[in-house]
């Protein structure tokens, strides 16, 4: 009954081996080829270009007129980690982070005021309708952001097009700014998750109104998997965001700042929004045992009338279906205490009568006891 | 079954979409028409107007002998929003705010002291008994109240009349004060909610005790989500005004903290009382379980009274009801082993006593395990 | 059903129409006529005198010699609340609280050291043994203390006999002491009011043991609910001890704290014990449960056990009892394999020997699995 | 059923009459005769005698260069709180606290550094198997200490044995270790008390794999009491413990604190070991239920699966039983519609095979269905 | 039944006897020989020795050029403990702590900057998977490292391997950096077991949708329980890890700390996944009741068709299986109103047409329902 098994099963991360040198970043096997795109930008200019590779960064980055985001998709090329290393001086701790894809939402400020590690998980349906959670990870310099996600697919492509036609705060925020555009798409779209489980829920409800059966407990359980998932993402996100609003690092802007307020709020909903969702699907589940129980009553009325009824009846009928002779075989002795009612004259009738009463007085019964209801 | 569906379903919100930069308003197109009222008020007078526009709104508010009132219900006219924007220099996110339509109850204070956003938000049943959830924003300024609301209808009457005949504190106290009256109205409402709850509840138990039935759970299960919702207000409603006491502000008045601590403790009281109504749903369901289970148990008792009773007396009549033959019919040799019974003279009464013993030794033990009771 | 119905019913509180101008009190038109009584007393003497009003209350304190107490009963005279307005300047939020009968247990203080403000809720059962909610307003000045109570019956005559007759420190402390002693006989009420729930669980849980009924379930949600009424009071009162344990008031005497710190230890374990009890009432629900889910196995198991046994058995009886005939009645042929056992010589004994067999295989069967047990 | 009754009911404490004064004493009239022992020890010696009273206690405890144990056991006799007021300045709240035997633990220090007083509560198993729950309270001066218990049994002989011997720091440590010892002594008790319940536990969930009856519920529950009576010692021993670690007295030399932060951390470890017992209690409620529901299955299985089999076949049976008549008894005319089957040659055959059939694809039905695993 | 019974029972720990001299270490008799390797290492060189005691770790430890790692296996040598409290100073209480084997983890600084003690505990499961809970103890001076643990087998293998080899920091990082290593390996191995009971709780709800049994009750309680003990030691090494993060012994590196840091975001991840995982669990068991119950409701489903269907056509069966006479036997009158229908010409054939109406009745009933669904 495969199409019977829940989605969303928990998922088995990345974990390095027990006892491996921290700090030693490894590559995941299944890892895709990186897509690298740097976006060069001012408030007046835009330029999109393809990268090879990375390996070149400080002087793609020299001019401090522009700021750069590095947009990297695929994590396979452990070239570009080594120049992160040897050109940034990120510390291989960052490095570990970025590749080991089981973090949680965090803030890690290192070196001063040099550089920021940031890491937001994007949460998804893909197409078979799995909970999928990829994690995206930020590197912000005072000039420079690099981002690293897993998948080729995002969300991101609102933000790119704001870059590209430069409307609002996006390309006259800095980098901090361009930081908080893409967290906060990735918080925009765990709304859009809410709303589609508590629509769901919604619909179950109504299906445990029309017919219930079996699935509604399962698709309830996966549901709530589901949000136990989301907001095991959320309460580190709304500590991540915090740690922003109340950081020192002169990375992050005050217009920022002003912005990470708004998604701190955001997040705050969100996790109102989880419990909510959480306590809806528990009362469909308690719902769901109502239900099956009172059916169950409901199966038993039907089974409990019926044999009640005819039981009774079937045993006069019985009685009236045995052989005891009227006469003695061996001396012919009129035997007329055995069973005299077959030779009454309205002995078939008066039966019927007696039965009729017998159920009449059971349906008056079973009425008053309203399980006709 | 249509009618059996519960009310107050989760609300889908005029979330914007994933992506859209911040600060940009969008008006919901099902948005109704702006009715603005102005109240210009001092201690001894009071006037109020309709206006059509707020585009001069510097004007309007010139004299600084008065307080204003602007009471908008309907947030359909953008020209409002670029109105506060360029002449009172609102911030794009608070106008964000006034019309996304799905802020928890909060406190922001902007430039200073030049101007505070509130949020409350206005929980009513309509004509349907659905819980409704409005959004009432408050834009104050030093002199100037502004009050948004989605649809016409409100509770604020009271607070409207008050102004206009000029009883108690409310031309006084100002705009803070004013503000205030109108929170307190909202929060005051939430008590009129419960207890609505509180006696639903109530007559629940009865009908629990009268005659237990399907609705019962739906209806209490309806009525803890009216609860979830009303919970997941106050609790930052409640945030919301211990900001305002311990706002340093000098837009909210003295006068004015001494009244919202008292409008603080009812948010208490409202609080306290969400989580008493929810014990006690709790205990129906778990009393109507109770009920369910002592009904089966019931049901049961009466079918295997009955069937105990009978399935035993009607074997022995099926006994004598079997054919077995008194005599060979080839050899013609009577077979007196086979049932003697039959031809025993008292046979049938013999069986009836036996029958009746049968019966009355049951019903003793059944008596016995007190499932007559 | 009426006798079957739950006591302790949510309680409707005289809560003020919302809009409506706060610090305006109302009275409660089902209000009690106040009885006055003034306690004049000092460490060696003591004066008790019934009042009319108290319009001239500034005359009758004031000789600075003495302390006292205005002990009224019932809130149905406006007067009073005007003179405490004009005359000791209370302000119109406090004389609102007094008279709106729904606040939780709280102290605020007034105008500096002037006066302190304070709400315990006397709890207590009628003779109906519903619990009834009482509010005791009291006004503490430096030399004064004014209580407020509902109805005329209380718990505090052991307070005014220790008055009257001077043991202790009732008449050295001061009028915050003689606060403090009222309050400490309310919550020794408490202990009173849990020690009665505490047997009434421990009986209910003897008779889960000898006759489990459906009226377990009501009581031990009544007791529940009574619960939750007094742990909703236990709460506030803790606070409100610990305010005046902390409060820098000069009205407070250092000795009223020290004993303020053991009436809050009652507090505290006062809450321990509500927290016990409801633990235990819900281990009696959880128990009722499964005991009814017991009793149902037990009643299944005689059915199933009397089914069982005796359906095999009458399916045997009804085969003998068919009719096929041992000769074609039109050829007078003899059908010699119909029914052949029923001429056999010993036929109807070894139909009995077979059921006798399936049916001691039977009680084996269920012997093993355990079901007589 | 007096021996299904469960153990460890709720405790009616001594609480005194609501209103008493506070600070009136009142000695249990069930209180045994205090038996007066008087540790006189240093470093070196160690005396032990008998005491009748302690009304010269001024004069025992005279010379400087001892430490005193007055070990009191029985509070019976007021003489010894009056000649502690008058002799060493214990205010009678303390006095109160030790007569009354209700007090949570806790530490409570007087006068500045003049004395300490504390509370430890003893938890034990009584001969029938009963929690008992006795009050030690300690009076701490600089050289003396003074500790009550109601009953003549403790858990403190290995202590006093130590203090003979002069085994460790218990001769060294002065009075405030010796205080830690016992209460030390107390806590490992309930250590032994949780491994015994924990014990309990584990053959309780053997019975349930073995065969589960209905005591389990009742054992069960029994533990959980015992587990919340201990919890509720627990938390204030804690918290008492911590104020020790925290004090400021002089009386608490820092020796005596290095050995209290190792009895916290045993509190924080049995805190710990409770939560996970009552864990596993209720995981073995919810798995009773689960087999509680599994065996009714099984019976439902049984009696579903023996009626569904014969009832269709006893149906045939009655068919065959039918005496619809061959001939018009009037006009002899044969009806050969009525019944030909009962007259064909294999009738009786062919009916037999009918009903194997039936009864063999009956079997193969629940077969596939699981219902024989 | 032996082979049911759950894993992980709760472990009885070598708990001192109540009122043992605090401080008084005393050996489990189970305890194994110790085996002791010493690791001198610096970093360029390492040496490993295996030693029969530590008696002359004075010596041993001279050389500040090196650090040092005492590895001991096996607390069975009474001489180690003395040697270390003779030679180091350790304090009588740490030896206690590391011979009692059931301290929850934890971080103790003694005497300033001297030597710091520390817990872990190493959970995994042994041959026969059980959960295994063992405590390893750490003492750390300025170069030395003192392991503790009681069995031969451990996990940290890796590090001395790292240890050898030289890799990363681990011969740089001194001996704090060495106690974090090792501390690291200890919680990465939590991942491991909770990745397995992950996927048996997978495989649990694979089994509950194929073919739900009683074993899964079990075996979902096993895992809840072993949850259990992994979170019981998780809240405690959390704390631990940020003890030492606020540690300022300067026996601890900054270095270590930093790396500290990602040992505590990975405790976090931990306890994270057990609130999960028992999340999972519990739905686990709440689907398995929904399911036992469905199941019970189609067992009641058969039932209930197939006697209401049969019981009243066989009581239709038994009515004309009845023998009431045609004739008076004794008059020889004809009793014409005694079952006409017997002698109906197509009496047996419209009884069949009543049964078949009335069971066709039945079925369609009972389709309606969605009974057959």
């Given at each position: 009954m495969a199409k019977n098994k829940p989605r969303n099963r928990h998922k088995h991360y990345n974990v390095p081996e027990p006892?491996?040198?921290?700090?030693?970043y490894s590559i995941d096997k299944d890892a895709l080829r990186p897509k690298i795109t740097l976006h060069t930008y001012n408030e007046k200019t835009h330029k999109k270009e393809e990268l090879k590779?990375?390996?070149?960064i400080d002087k793609l980055t020299e001019n401090q007129d522009f700021n750069y985001w590095f947009?990297?998709?695929?994590?396979?090329?452990?070239s570009i980690f080594e120049t992160l290393y040897s050109k940034?001086?990120?510390s291989k701790l960052v490095l570990e982070d970025i590749t080991s894809?089981?973090?949680?939402p965090k803030l890690d400020e290192y070196d001063g005021d040099k550089y920021v590690f940031a890491v937001s998980r994007h949460l998804y349906l893909n197409e078979d309708k799995d909970l999928c959670n990829e994690q995206i990870s930020f590197v912000l310099t005072s000039k420079c952001l690099i981002t690293f996600q897993e998948?080729?697919?995002?969300?991101f492509n609102p933000v790119r097009k704001r870059l590209e036609v430069g409307k609002g705060n996006i390309r006259i925020g800095g980098s901090s700014y361009l930081m908080y555009a893409i967290m906060d798409v990735i918080i925009d779209n765990y709304f859009s998750l809410l709303n589609h489980w508590g629509e769901e829920l919604d619909s179950i409800e109504d299906r445990l109104f029309d017919k219930p059966d079996k699935r509604i407990m399962y698709d309830t359980q996966a549901i709530k998997r589901s949000l136990i998932t989301i907001r095991k993402v959320t309460w580190p996100e709304r500590d991540k965001l915090n740690d922003i609003l109340r950081s020192?690092?002169?990375?992050?802007?005050d217009l920022t700042k002003t912005y990470i307020k708004d998604a701190y709020d955001h997040c705050i909903q969100i996790i109102d929004f989880i419990e909510s969702l959480k306590e809806i699907a528990s009362a469909n589940i308690d719902m769901n045992l109502s239900i099956i129980s009172n059916r169950m009553n409901e199966i038993m009325k039907v089974l409990t009338i019926i044999s009640s009824i005819f039981i009774p009846l079937t045993f006069i009928a019985g009685i009236y279906g045995?052989?005891?002779?009227?006469?003695?075989?061996?001396?012919?002795?009129?035997?007329?205490?055995?069973?005299p009612e077959l030779y009454a004259e309205h002995g078939y009738l008066y039966t019927w009568l007696v039965m009729l009463v017998i159920a009449i007085f059971q349906i008056i019964y079973f009425w008053r006891r309203g399980w006709f209801k």
């Open positions: 006892g491996t040198s921290p700090g030693s590779d990375i390996n070149n947009d990297i998709k695929g994590l396979a090329d452990s940034l001086n990120i894809s089981y973090q949680r998948n080729y697919d995002d969300c020192d690092s002169n990375l992050i802007t045995m052989n005891f002779s009227r006469e003695d075989p061996v001396t012919g002795k009129i035997l007329k205490d055995n069973m």
